[in-house]
């Protein structure tokens, strides 16, 4: 059985400057084999270490639907993200995982689907997007409303424009604070809602972002009709072992990292209770 502790070496082949603060990684698994039979779910996450430094937990941002290689979006906010961020293309980092529960996607078959994400939240969204897109007839209407701070802020802006051609997808962009050059909404994401057409009916919510975000918007999403558990969120928690043993990440007498990341607000209002 595989040592779950154990990093599997991955090299990075290729380096995106997405905003000033967040890159994204290209990355394969320096074994063949290990690339190759890597499976996982959008929404689970790797254990990403730098030898000497530390490690931290970053959501995978490709869809499972692609294969060879796999993407991290990873903003620089410390230690550890701060020295991968240093690291240029053919260098080796450490991965452990795939761990965590992942987004419902076959369960969700027949749905209509919105997404919400804010700042860098929508990163394991993008990996549920594209795994959505790429199986385009299992899904119904299709919108995603995203935020930032600053129009300097917004990650994967290149693929809005590939989502948007898709039949029946539509996709609006917020942002707090524009610029001169800005000519599209300023306001928080929910300010969006009134504009997208929503109908909670067939629908499933899934909602990335700064925790500050999540309880305005799941506030927003109940008025709209969604019920308890058509709102799907993740929650972030400091983690080490990644594997339910260390207990870093418990909330009640849930694991965010095997019960988790991804709950519904049914599941974790009963969590925070
Ligand atoms: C399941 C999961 C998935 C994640 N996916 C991504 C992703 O796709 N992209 C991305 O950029 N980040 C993601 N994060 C957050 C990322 O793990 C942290 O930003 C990272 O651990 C910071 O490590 P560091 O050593 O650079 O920062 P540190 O030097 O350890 O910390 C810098 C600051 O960030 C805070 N911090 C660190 N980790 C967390 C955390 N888990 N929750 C809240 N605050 C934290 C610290 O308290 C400190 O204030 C994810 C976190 C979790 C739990
Ligand atoms: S991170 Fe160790 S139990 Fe969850």
Redesign the pocket.
């Known amino acids: 059985m595989k040592d779950v502790y154990f990093p599997d070496i991955a090299v990075i082949d290729n380096i995106r400057n997405e905003t000033g603060d ?1 890159k994204t990684f290209t990355m394969r698994f320096k074994d063949p084999d290990i690339q190759e039979n890597l499976t996982y779910r959008s929404g689970q ?1 790797f254990e990403v270490s730098i030898f000497g430094i ?1 490690e ?4 995978i ?1 490709t869809s499972p639907s692609h294969k060879g290689f796999f993407e ?11 020295v991968l961020h240093g690291l240029p293309s053919g260098s080796e980092v450490g991965i452990r995982g795939p761990f ?1 529960n992942g987004f419902p996607y076959e369960e969700v078959f027949g749905k209509d689907l919105l997404f919400v994400g804010g700042g ?1 939240g929508l ?2 969204l993008r990996s549920l997007i594209n795994n959505v897109l790429d199986n385009r007839d299992n899904f119904g209407r299709v919108i995603i409303l995203y935020g930032s701070r600053t129009p300097g802020d917004l990650v994967f802006r290149d693929e809005f424009k590939a989502w948007e051609d898709q039949p029946d997808v539509s996709t609006l962009v917020t942002v707090d604070r524009g610029d001169e050059k800005w000519v599209g909404n300023v306001g928080v994401v929910t300010t969006l809602f009134p504009k997208a057409g929503i109908e909670s009916k067939n629908a499933v919510a899934f909602v990335c972002g700064p925790p500050v975000m999540i309880p305005f918007v799941i506030k927003d999403l109940l008025k709209l009709g969604f019920k308890e558990d058509t709102i799907i969120s ?1 929650l ?4 080490k072992c990644g594997a339910g043993k260390c207990g870093h990440c418990c909330i009640g007498h849930k694991y ?1 990292c095997v019960d988790g ?1 991804v709950f519904s607000y049914r599941e974790m209002k009963a969590m925070m209770e």
């Open positions: 967040v996450f530390g931290m937990p970053i959501s941002t991290l979006s990873v903003k620089n906010v410390g230690l550890v993200s701060g965590g860098i990163a394991p993740t972030e928690r400091h983690m965010v990341p």
